[in-house]
């Protein structure tokens, strides 16, 4: 990827080895100084770490090639269920309440969904789709906007104009709306969960080009950048290992921000029925099973939002903390 | 003078986006695998006769440029298509609609406005207190939840537990109060206000927190202005002091704000309609999706874009004519 190539060209040189250590160092020191930001932090690592754990676990079979189907480590420890069977009539019980009410029990500790499986397994299966979605959509966004952005900002004039206009573009259209077009007419009426993360990709992709742009143009008027012009070195080159390197850090801290934003976007888009497709264990999705039991099990609504509530808050408070530690003038 | 003349600038630069709204959605709706006739007719059994038919009818055996062209010049003329099925056209459909989308929106914006605006100047003046630090948190919240949650959440709490309030549907204060049963306009009045309580705090939750947190840096910055302290040393009463001198100054990127998040908002009544099953644009695009009514999704998402480029303008337009130091001269 040019992003990390560039960033490795940037730092060959060892006085500048250095400083770009202890630049991160000290970002990354200053985020634990921070106490929400800490525990953003703590949030995101743990929700990062369930999630792939439950990837590596569901995806199992297909790793050994089938060698060991339909099974689940999750089931050897003795509080998981296998995340998507449905158990065999007269054995689970359906829409049981959480371990702390009356009629619930330990084995259960968040109660089943309506069809006898367990709640709380689902709830952790369920943190994988939301946050590789957050992340992976927010990564196509990051780089294809990145590369706009730059390519816009550096150039300036008719390219820029053009491209700003195609900016504007997208971004005039609510971004829940514009994904559910692109999910269902691209999918050709059959959504699936990897045309929504295609989707809100390319839906963000104006936001992050207008952030580099802007990044850019500032970057564009400096003294190196006049200097790589003067001797030679060709624009693509500057763009690559002058330009996206230095306006870098403004549009991480709003990537960090973005994955809250997708993840809640995508959130909607299952609830929805657009996202994650059944019996795949996703929130928003199980969200939209729950909304027809609101009035015999209360519970099956609430678990799963505030799974959603909590990684999302994880993730702005980690992204606050950093944006702090990288931009002292709106530090307050 | 410069006024009219930056008005006259900002349509002029709208037009473009506006072209490239009808453009994205005619390619998204038109380029997809499988023709719109097809995807429409999908599941059901039809010979070649029939689709053939239906394409001549609504022209679709023509080349796609032709076809926008067509499309474009009778959108220019105030017409968005026919429902294919629901065999009315388009405008009618919206035209229909509206009202109740409208309705939400602006009284969630209200809500908002209403809410956030002193709790930002309470949490600016009192900062790093208990009240700060608490509506801090509110503010986390907000950004961090699902609307559709907390729309999900208050009628578990104050529908279903508590039946305060219903839980689903809008009272329209346009129509007559005969038409509901009700005994006149106050009790209309009165209902209108009950049904719209829960849909409105669900959409507005999202606003309140974004707009309380620009308030609050605002105002501080603003309270740390050079004028503020010159105030002070004149001993200007404090009170007089926020509200005539730092209140005047922090509102003016709340303007923008508002303008650019109508594009959230618009994509939240959406699921807000849903949720709290209102017959507005929201549930009426979800209703076209669904049935892949693909001239209906074209308008819907047209008229939805266009709303927000207007949005946009008057925002931008009336920052302008508010704030004296904005140059006309300049774009972006």
Same mark, same amino acid.
């Given at each position: 990827?040019?992003?990390?190539?560039?960033?490795?060209?940037?730092?060959?040189?060892?006085?500048?080895?250095?400083?770009?250590?202890?630049?991160?160092?000290?970002?990354?020191?200053?985020?634990?100084?921070d106490t929400t930001a800490r525990w953003g932090l703590y949030v995101v690592a743990l929700v990062l770490l369930i999630s792939t754990y439950t990837f590596i676990d569901s995806n199992l079979s297909q790793l050994t090639?089938?060698?060991?189907?339909?099974?689940?480590?999750?089931?050897?420890?003795?509080?998981?269920?296998?995340?998507?069977?449905?158990?065999?009539?007269?054995?689970?019980?359906?829409?049981?309440?959480?371990?702390?009410?009356?009629?619930?029990?330990?084995?259960?500790?968040?109660?089943?969904?309506?069809?006898?499986?367990?709640?709380?397994?689902?709830?952790?299966?369920?943190?994988?789709?939301?946050?590789?979605?957050?992340?992976?959509?927010?990564?196509?966004?990051?780089?294809?906007?990145?590369?706009?952005?730059?390519?816009?900002?550096?150039?300036?004039?008719?390219?820029?104009?053009?491209?700003?206009?195609?900016?504007?573009?997208?971004?005039?259209?609510?971004?829940?709306?514009?994904?559910?077009?692109?999910?269902?007419?691209?999918?050709?009426?059959?959504?699936?969960?990897?045309?929504?993360?295609?989707?809100?990709?390319?839906?963000?992709?104006?936001?992050?080009?207008?952030?580099?742009?802007?990044?850019?143009?500032?970057?564009?008027?400096?003294?190196?950048?006049?200097?790589?012009?003067?001797?030679?070195?060709?624009?693509?080159?500057?763009?690559?290992?002058?330009?996206?390197?230095?306006?870098?850090?403004?549009?991480?801290?709003?990537?960090?921000?973005?994955?809250?934003?997708?993840?809640?976007?995508?959130?909607?888009?299952?609830?929805?029925?657009?996202?994650?497709?059944?019996?795949?264990?996703?929130?928003?999705?199980?969200?939209?099973?729950?909304?027809?039991?609101?009035?015999?099990?209360?519970?099956?609504?609430?678990?799963?939002?505030?799974?959603?509530?909590?990684?999302?808050?994880?993730?702005?408070?980690?992204?606050?903390?950093?944006?702090?530690?990288?931009?002292?003038?709106?530090?307050? | 003078?410069?006024?009219?003349?930056?008005?006259? !600038?900002?349509?002029?630069?709208?037009?473009?986006?506006?072209? &490239?709204?009808?453009?994205?959605?005619?390619? @998204?709706?038109?380029?997809?695998?499988?023709?719109?006739?097809?995807?429409?007719?999908? &599941?059901?059994?039809?010979?070649?006769?029939?689709?053939?038919?239906?394409?001549?009818?609504?022209?679709?055996?023509?080349?796609?440029?032709?076809?926008?062209?067509?499309?474009?010049?009778?959108?220019?003329?105030?017409?968005?298509?026919?429902?294919?099925?629901?065999?009315?056209?388009?405008?009618?459909?919206?035209?229909?609609?509206?009202?109740?989308?409208?309705?939400?929106?602006?009284?969630?914006?209200?809500?908002?406005?209403?809410?956030?605006?002193?709790?930002?100047?309470?949490?600016?003046?009192?900062?790093?207190?208990?009240?700060?630090?608490?509506?801090?948190?509110?503010?986390?919240?907000?950004?961090?939840?699902?609307?559709?949650?907390?729309?999900?959440?208050?009628?578990?709490?104050?529908?279903?537990?508590? /039946?305060?309030?219903?839980?689903? &549907?809008?009272?329209?204060?346009?129509?007559?109060?005969?038409?509901?049963?009700?005994? &006149?306009?106050? +009790? @209309?009045?009165?209902?209108?206000?009950?049904?719209?309580?829960?849909?409105?705090?669900?959409?507005?939750?999202?606003? $309140?927190?974004?707009?309380?947190?620009?308030?609050?840096?605002? $105002?501080? +910055?603003?309270?740390?202005?050079?004028?503020?302290?010159?105030?002070?040393?004149?001993?200007?009463?404090?009170?007089?002091?926020?509200?005539?001198?730092?209140?005047?100054?922090?509102?003016?990127?709340?303007?923008?704000?508002?303008?650019?998040?109508?594009?959230?908002?618009? !994509? /939240?009544?959406?699921?807000?309609?849903?949720?709290?099953?209102?017959?507005g644009i929201g549930r009426l695009f979800l209703e076209a999706i669904q049935s892949l009514d693909y001239q209906l999704i074209m308008g819907i998402t047209i008229v939805i874009g266009t709303m927000f480029v207007v !949005?946009?303008?008057?925002?931008?337009?009336?920052?302008?004519?508010?704030?004296?130091?904005?140059?006309?001269?300049?774009?972006?």
């Open positions: 990827m040019a992003l990390g190539e560039a960033q490795m060209d940037e730092s060959s040189g060892p006085s500048e080895d250095v400083e770009a250590e202890y630049g991160w160092r000290y970002t990354f020191s200053k985020v634990m100084e090639f089938g060698a060991i189907s339909d099974f689940t480590f999750a089931e050897t420890l003795p509080i998981f269920d296998h995340p998507e069977r449905i158990p065999p009539p007269g054995e689970g019980e359906e829409n049981m309440p959480p371990a702390f009410h009356a009629d619930g029990s330990l084995s259960n500790p968040l109660g089943t969904d309506p069809s006898g499986r367990d709640y709380f397994t689902r709830i952790v299966y369920g943190a994988q789709v939301s946050v590789s979605v957050g992340i992976v959509s927010t990564l196509i966004g990051f780089v294809g906007g990145t590369i706009i952005g730059a390519v816009s900002g550096f150039y300036g004039g008719r390219i820029d104009d053009v491209l700003m206009r195609m900016v504007e573009t997208v971004y005039a259209i609510p971004p829940l709306i514009l994904i559910i077009v692109f999910t269902v007419f691209v999918s050709g009426g059959s959504p699936d969960i990897t045309y929504a993360i295609l989707g809100v990709g390319i839906t963000f992709i104006p936001v992050f080009a207008r952030i580099i742009r802007s990044e850019v143009l500032s970057v564009r008027e400096m003294d190196y950048i006049e200097a790589a012009k003067a001797s030679g070195v060709k624009n693509r080159n500057i763009i690559r290992r002058h330009v996206i390197p230095n306006s870098f850090a403004p549009v991480l801290v709003y990537a960090t921000l973005q994955i809250g934003v997708t993840i809640l976007i995508v959130a909607g888009l299952s609830f929805l029925g657009y996202g994650a497709q059944p019996p795949t264990p996703d929130w928003g999705q199980m969200l939209n099973t729950s909304h027809g039991y609101m009035h015999s099990n209360v519970w099956l609504s609430i678990w799963p939002g505030l799974a959603i509530l909590v990684t999302i808050m994880g993730f702005n408070l980690f992204g606050d903390g950093l944006q702090d530690a990288l931009d002292p003038r709106i530090n307050d | 003078m410069g006024l009219l003349r930056y008005t006259a !600038g900002r349509v002029v630069q709208a037009i473009p986006v506006l072209i &490239g709204i009808t453009v994205i959605t005619f390619i @998204l709706a038109n380029l997809a695998p499988g023709d719109p006739v097809r995807l429409m007719l999908q &599941g059901q059994e039809v010979n070649q006769e029939v689709i053939a038919r239906i394409e001549r009818q609504y022209g679709l055996h023509r080349p796609l440029h032709e076809r926008y062209l067509t499309y474009m010049s009778n959108v220019l003329q105030g017409d968005l298509g026919h429902s294919i099925h629901r065999d009315r056209p388009v405008t009618a459909l919206l035209a229909q609609r509206a009202g109740p989308t409208l309705m939400l929106v602006l009284s969630a914006y209200a809500f908002a406005l209403a809410t956030a605006i002193p709790l930002g100047i309470i949490a600016a003046t009192r900062r790093n207190e208990p009240t700060d630090h608490v509506s801090r948190i509110v503010a986390l919240i907000g950004v961090s939840t699902p609307s559709f949650w907390i729309g999900i959440v208050l009628i578990l709490i104050f529908a279903i537990q508590l /039946g305060w309030l219903p839980s689903s &549907g809008l009272v329209y204060p346009w129509r007559s109060p005969d038409q509901y049963g009700y005994s &006149g306009y106050p +009790e @209309l009045a009165y209902q209108t206000i009950r049904h719209l309580l829960l849909p409105m705090i669900a959409l507005g939750t999202l606003q $309140m927190a974004t707009l309380m947190r620009v308030e609050r840096t605002q $105002m501080i +910055e603003s309270l740390q202005g050079e004028y503020v302290k010159l105030a002070r040393a004149y001993g200007v009463p404090e009170r007089t002091i926020l509200r005539k001198h730092a209140f005047q100054v922090a509102q003016l990127p709340i303007i923008t704000i508002i303008g650019l998040n109508l594009s959230t908002a618009l !994509g /939240g009544a959406v699921l807000t309609e849903y949720v709290f099953n209102i017959n !949005g946009v303008i008057i925002t931008d337009i009336s920052y302008a004519y508010i704030d004296p130091r904005v140059t006309y001269g300049e774009h972006d």
